[in-house]
């Protein structure tokens, strides 16, 4: 069974510009979440797609959104990149309502 | 949400046997408790759930006293391939991850 998926691996990218991140849950999983985790620190939970709805979101700025498609695979779409948006992004699946995640490897993202 | 404390870091020889304990002493009747291991630029992976008592799967144990404030997540015979940083997380296994919070957890040093 393939593990839950991230591309790319590394991002790079320059302040003010937008940055897109990609998830794919596993198979059956209908939930995705995002979260992030800055350099030495916890995760942050940023937003919870379930059945192609955006159920819950973090304490994030607008400029962080995302959608989920039919085929429950998810993006995740940073705007106006700001030096502290540099991070480790994770993709998380599970299914509905379930608690227990299955987390990706992960995209880092560099913002210069 | 309940909310957990647990000890910032730890250290440990191969061979010991390493015991984390985590208090949540607003844990609610509904919530389960869950444990996951992150290494290093990867994302966390999920290691042991428990209610109440004692749950033992290939990779750890956790007990839980009768009051389940608190948890001790116990990793027999450990390697240097166990280093990592360990999160105790509780939340309702009805709802959604997203009300669940990752603290920054145990970093676990093991020594040859």
């Known amino acids: 069974e393939a593990g839950v998926t991230q591309s790319p691996t590394h991002l790079i990218k320059t302040r003010g510009q937008q940055a897109t991140l990609r998830c794919s849950p596993i198979?059956?999983?209908?939930?995705v979440y995002w979260y992030q985790q800055a350099l030495g620190l916890g995760l942050q939970f940023l937003l919870w797609y379930d059945e192609g709805e955006e159920r819950n979101r973090g304490n994030f700025p607008p400029r962080f959104s995302g959608r989920q498609f039919p085929n429950y695979s998810s993006e995740l779409n940073v705007n106006a990149l700001e030096l502290e948006d540099s991070a480790l992004y994770l993709c998380a699946s599970s299914r509905t309502g379930a608690n227990v995640l299955t987390f990706g490897a992960g995209s880092r993202l560099t913002v210069l | 949400l309940a909310k957990t404390t647990q000890p910032i870091s730890m250290d440990s020889y191969e061979g010991q046997e390493v015991n984390i304990t985590c208090s949540h002493n607003?844990?609610?009747?509904?919530?389960?408790i869950t444990w996951y291991q992150q290494f290093p630029s990867q994302g966390p992976r999920f290691i042991i759930q428990?209610?109440?008592t004692k749950v033992t799967n290939e990779v750890a144990s956790l007990f839980i006293p009768a009051d389940r404030k608190s948890s001790t997540l116990s990793l027999p015979r450990v390697s240097l391939s166990d280093t990592a940083v360990y999160y105790c997380l509780v939340g309702d296994a009805g709802s959604s991850a997203s009300k669940i919070i990752f603290g920054s957890g145990t970093r676990l040093s093991i020594r040859p």
């Open positions: 607003n844990i609610a009747t509904n919530d389960y």
């Open positions: 198979s059956g999983h209908t939930s």
């Open positions: 428990g209610y109440k």
